[in-house]
């Protein structure tokens, strides 16, 4: 089947990243280690975006705190009263990137939580990765919960399948985009960059350097999702060109009872305002929609 790419392009990257990739591309061909060294902080550096009106403006509205993380904060949003629903953003994103979901979720009667990753947002810091950010889902779901339920997009999808297989107690989930495999994460970032294939043979030897050997494994979505029992309802865009229709896919493949729903032109971000995916997910968190997902 052929696929029309109309949901958008990998945005523009700032500067100093496309400095950092012609000279990683450089140093592949001579030194891997220290390419795939140097090419890791990059992996690790997310880059913060402007903030559009409609996002300030759910901020506006919110009670803002914070929650202690280490030797740090993380910076929270809540609106609403209710079960707790918690909103999980993605890599280079904020957690106000999913404020469509707040009023549909509080007039139903939750209470909306949000909060921006470490190095992320209004979060102090400048690098994290998955094994850090998968600990920030756990330490904020831990001080807010129970939870109803979790909706996670992109990265922050992966970072909750990995925090529900470490202990995350919520219900169930609603997930828009998810990555499902650390390893797409990398070929993803690599192909973003423009990495050659030295420099990004380079940055796998570091993951496994730092990680280990079982560092695939053990940041996949994929692979822990059969053990889970947590009823999941997955959104992926046909056009998405930054984290692939193929991954939701597999994960919904590999998670019992979880339900797979596709979508085309909304690429990897629009899908997050999209009324009909908000209205599922909302149906998800109501008692008549878990009773309809089991049944399915």
Known sequence: MSVKRTGGTNRALPLPFRLARTG???????????TGHLAFHLFCTPFRHAEPPRETEVLRQAERFSIPFGDSRLATYAWGQGPT?????????????????????VAAGHQVVAFDLPAHGRSPGRRT???????????????VGPLRGVIAHSFGALCTTLALRDGLNASR???VAPAARAIQAVSGFARQFGLSWPAELG??????????????????????????????????????????????????HSWPGARLVATAGLGHRR??????????????????????????
């Open 85 to 105: 629903v918690l909103l999980v953003h993605g890599w280079s994103g904020r957690g106000s990137q999913l404020g469509a979901f707040v009023e549909p979720l």
């Open 129 to 143: 990765n998955a094994l850090v950010a998968t600990e920030a889902v756990l330490r904020v779901g831990e001080a």
């Open 173 to 175: 989930v609603a997930y």
């Open 203 to 252: 940055l796998r030897g570091e993951m496994e350097r730092r990680f280990g050997s079982e560092v695939w494994p053990r940041f996949s979505g994929r692979i822990c999702a059969p053990d889970l029992r947590v009823p999941a309802l997955i959104f992926h865009d046909l056009d998405d060109v930054e984290v692939p229709y193929r991954e939701g896919q597999l994960l919904a």
């Open 24 to 34: 990683l591309n450089g140093l592949g061909r001579i030194s891997p280690p220290l």
């Open 271 to 296: 899908i997050l305002r999209d009324a009909g995916v908000i209205g599922q997910a909302v149906e998800l968190l109501s008692d008549a929609g878990i009773a309809s997902a089991s049944a399915a």
